[in-house]
Nanobody, 118 residues
Framework: VQLQASGGGLVQAGGSLRLSCAAS????????MGWYRQAPGEQRELVATISSGGSTNYADSVKGRFTISRDNAKNTVYLQMNSLEPEDTAVYYC?????????????WGQGTQVTVSS
């Protein structure tokens, strides 16, 4: 399974970015997807997740500003980020998890840098 994240960049506070993560080598449709981020000197933290059925979950810090979505036809998960704040600066990683029978699996993408200037 490969996860290719893109869409990061430099943006001013209050701006928007949309991250994309294309998955290959998995069924995708049955997998749960998520976005995590890691700022320098900090632990990786959950940003948002979306289940195979489309149920979503968000960190409190991004609720109302970020939206996670998925396009199963394109094997792609998105993270629309609005009203960005300097505190959102981090490397953002996409994550895929699923199972085949009782065997669970999980994969990380390579990360994409998001920098928000004040």
């Amino acid at each position: 399974v490969q996860l290719q994240a893109s869409g990061g960049g430099l943006v001013q506070a209050g701006g928007s970015l949309r991250l994309s993560c294309a998955a290959s080598g998995s069924t995708f449709r049955g997998d749960a997807m998520g976005w995590y981020r890691q700022a320098p000197g900090e632990q990786r933290e959950l940003v948002a997740t979306i289940s195979s059925g489309g149920s979503t979950n968000y960190a409190d810090s991004v609720k109302g500003r970020f939206t996670i979505s998925r396009d199963n036809a394109k094997n792609t998960v998105y993270l629309q980020m609005n009203s960005l704040e300097p505190e959102d600066t981090a490397v953002y990683y996409c994550h895929l998890r699923g199972n085949i029978g009782v065997a669970a699996y999980a994969y990380w993408g390579q990360g994409t840098q998001v920098t928000v200037s004040s």
